[in-house]
Nanobody, 120 residues
Framework: QVLLVESGGGLVQTGGSLRLSCVAS????????MGWFRQAPGKEREFVAS?????????DYADFVQGRFTISRNNAKNTMYLQMDSLKREDTGVYFC????????????WGQGTQVTVSS
């Protein structure tokens, strides 16, 4: 059974930081693209960031990240991270870990999500 389990969400003030983690199990994800999506209240899910192994690691970020977030992976631990700095109120939402063999924006595997709340 494939599982993606997120952790690290919580309540933080504007300008603060959080580090999300995602532990993957159930198959070998080393050749999968993994990433993060988020969903704010009343809005659709949106892409946040992705990480693909190859060429030293390829990362991709949504425009709204603007250098504030950093995605990383540790294949030895089957874990992915999202370091979020300079958080804004509009970053509030549920953050989902995703994985796919080809297209992260059509990911086959999703975690249950972790809540991030940024207060002023």
């Amino acid at each position: 059974q494939v599982l993606l389990v997120e952790s690290g969400g919580g309540l933080v003030q504007t300008g603060g930081s959080l580090r999300l983690s995602c532990v993957a199990s159930g198959r070998d994800f080393s050749n999968y693209v993994m990433g993060w999506f988020r969903q704010a209240p009343g809005k659709e899910r949106e892409f946040v960031a992705s990480f693909t192994w190859g060429n030293g690691g390829l990362t991709d970020y949504a425009d709204f990240v603007q250098g504030r977030f950093t995605i990383s992976r540790n294949n030895a631990k089957n874990t992915m991270y999202l370091q979020m700095d300079s958080l804004k109120r509009e970053d509030t939402g549920v953050y989902f870990c995703v994985a796919d063999g080809d297209n992260v924006r059509a990911s086959k595997y999703w975690g249950q999500g972790t809540q991030v709340t940024v207060s002023s």
